[in-house]
């Protein structure tokens, strides 16, 4: 082959979408192309004339603009256009211009055709013009079948069950008559029910029958009631096998209802789950419960760090590792407290100890600090009840350091006095906060509006919840604001969508994914949500509640979600190999380092987070200029 042809083979090679295609393939593209020299300002394609080839930028820039002259996009070296008028009647539908002396190739229109009929990832690239080109692949490995299995697959028996008034005794002699390690406890039916249907009141499992009855020496006779768990957590039928670990991990249960159409179908419990998962995430919460100490504790890091390298190694998506990374962490969090109490004794008023940030969320990572924060019971007196409270949200926040989850630099931490209140004074503070925005409560909004619990009474932060959710979304001065501060963290892109890089310690270019990428998504998914009242806290259950609110479109949302998606799993995919390799993770990327076909795709992302902030902009204008904080 010629030399001419090599190089452009090559230079091909190093770009979406020819950089997955064969060498065969290459070499047959580089025969065919004609090469076009273009001065800046001159037009390259017209609207509404004839096309006939791919357009691929060898050199130079291009603005691609839509048929009313509104800039649509601007392209550089590497990049295509013109398909669109391909797959549509060979006519343009979307002018081109340089804006730079540019050299183009032009690759043959029945060529193209050929292409996209033989390659599906070249045609799916092409055929998303004007869309984003970003798409979540479902999990293909190990973890998919978390995803594909039903619930109802691991139901081997059916429900077992006692009514009401049973004593534990005879509670005892059923389960081991049946063999089983739980009993459903049914209750009369309620009012307007069938006659024979019954509800089911509650669960009891063997671990309650010995901590509950035996080592607390109540008689034989007694009420299984009053020993049962009431009103028990329950999941459908139909739902997923990694929706089950969810519940399981976020509400540190082992035996959990199956459901179909409200009635009782079988009961699955741990081992049901941990045969689909070698190493998982729900056996290292097992562990962590039966812990004794903050020492014991630490010790499970390396597990921790085990089972998140084992779901990227199974294709796991950011969305199950993140959720099964932040169950982990409330997991942690809860153990302490338990503990903490050991040792200090019972509260002297009830509190509940919420979660702030991704854990709330449930998009926990490898790489991350610990925010935190007490909700007592109005009784709280400082002067009375103070120091249990700082001895018990010191123990944790030091237990949480040595467990690798390291102190808030910003002291968002229950040990902070400020952060360690009653509800009234939060509710005093999350008041203040939307109808007095300023900078610093600006920044507290966007740390504090991602909460949840983890111990204790969740009615004191579900409190809050429903304070944020009617305030927020009835506030638009609070929203405009809180959008400002969504758009100070811009993507990374540059004039011609090329990254703009930062340098590190060793003054290697690099992108920081979190600062630039995952947060400001957050940010600004969190704005919307808040406009639309709603209390979901995980970004992917924010978006369902504005999609259900038609404030964005659907083409919108899903490429948020595939952007939000994309960066996470680069992130996940970094720090697992910085564990790899022995170092610390973190989440800074060299773009030099990464495949052509990923540079492309984080360009797609960081453009969806550049039009999703501009709409935010343009959705908030007045408030958004010159406004005093």
């Known amino acids: 082959m010629q030399v001419e042809l090599i190089e452009i083979r090559d230079h091909l090679s190093r770009f979406a979408p020819f ?13 065919q192309i004609e090469v076009a020299y273009f001065k800046a300002g001159s037009d390259i394609l017209r609207y509404g004339e004839p096309i006939d080839e791919l357009h691929y930028i060898r050199s130079g820039a291009v603005e691609i603009y839509r048929r009313n002259g509104e800039l649509y996009n601007r392209l550089s070296e590497g990049e295509v256009f013109g398909q669109f008028g391909l797959l549509r009647g060979h006519k343009v539908r979307l002018p081109a211009r340089a804006i730079e002396d540019s050299l183009i190739y032009f690759i043959p229109g029945q060529l193209f055709e050929q292409l996209c009929e033989a390659h599906d990832a070249f045609a799916d690239f092409v055929e998303a013009e004007g869309q984003s080109r970003l798409k979540v692949e479902e999990p293909q490995g190990k973890a998919s079948e978390l995803m594909k299995i039903k619930v109802r697959k691991l139901v081997t028996r059916r ?44 669960i009891t499992t063997d671990r309650d029958l010995r901590i509950r009855v035996l080592a607390e020496g109540l008689p034989l006779d007694t009420p299984v009631d009053k020993v049962m768990s009431p009103s028990p957590i329950t999941i459908q039928a139909d739902d997923s096998v990694f ?81 099964a990374m932040s169950g982990i962490g409330r997991s942690l969090t809860h153990r302490l407290l338990e503990l903490a109490e050991q040792h200090l004794g019972p509260p002297p008023v009830p509190y509940c100890y919420m979660v702030l940030g991704s854990m709330a969320r449930d998009e926990q990572l490898i790489v991350t600090d610990q925010d935190n924060a007490l909700v007592i019971d109005n009784r709280f007196d400082p002067r009375i009840h103070d120091e249990y409270f700082r001895q018990l949200a010191t123990f944790v926040s030091d237990g949480l350091a040595a467990c690798g989850y390291s ?84 993507p990374p892109l540059g004039f011609f969508r090329t990254f703009v890089m930062e340098k590190d310690g060793q003054q290697n270019n690099i992108i920081n994914l979190k600062g630039r990428g995952t947060a400001p998504l957050t940010d600004l998914i969190r704005v919307h949500a808040l406009a639309a009242g709603s209390k979901a806290q995980n970004s992917l259950e924010r978006l369902d509640a504005i999609a259900a609110t038609k404030l964005l479109t659907e083409d919108a949302i899903t490429q948020l979600r595939n952007a939000l998606e994309f960066l996470s799993i680069v992130r996940i995919r970094h ?22 076909n990923e540079r492309h795709n984080l360009k797609s992302a960081f453009q969806v987070l550049s039009n999703a902030q501009q709409f935010l902009r343009f959705r908030y204008p007045g408030q958004l200029q010159n406004r005093p904080l």
């Open 159 to 202: 429900t077992v069950s006692v009514p009401l008034g049973t004593s534990v005794q005879e509670a005892a002699q059923v389960m081991t008559e049946h063999g089983v390690s739980s009993l459903v406890i049914f209750g009369p039916p309620t009012t307007g029910s069938a006659p024979q249907s019954q509800i089911m009141a509650g």
């Open 243 to 323: 929706e089950a670990m969810l519940c399981m991990l976020r509400n540190n249960i082992h035996h959990l209802p199956v459901v179909h159409r409200q009635r009782p179908v079988g009961v699955i419990n741990l081992s049901d789950i941990i045969k689909y998962e070698s190493q998982s995430s729900l056996y290292l919460v097992n562990s962590i419960f039966n812990k004794q100490s903050v020492a014991e504790l630490q010790a499970l890091l390396p597990d921790l760090r085990a089972t998140f390298l084992r779901m990227v190694n199974e294709e796991a998506s950011a969305h199950m590792i993140g959720s």
């Open 19 to 31: 950089d997955g295609l064969p060498d065969d393939t290459l070499d047959d593209i580089a025969r």
């Open 407 to 490: 102190y808030c630099k910003g002291g968002i931490m229950g040990s902070n006095p400020k952060w360690r209140q009653p509800l009234r004074v939060w509710r005093s503070y999350f008041t203040q906060w939307i109808e007095q925005p300023n900078p610093e409560t600006l920044l507290n909004s966007s740390i504090f509006f991602d909460l949840d619990s983890v111990y204790g009474e969740a009615g004191l932060v579900e409190n809050l919840k429903d304070l944020i959710a009617q305030k927020a979304s009835s506030n638009p001065l609070f929203l405009a604001n809180l959008a400002r501060n969504a758009l100070n963290r811009k």
């Open 575 to 596: 720090q697992a190999m910085d564990l790899l390799e022995g170092r610390e993770p973190d989440n800074y990327i060299e773009p030099e380092k990464v495949s052509a």
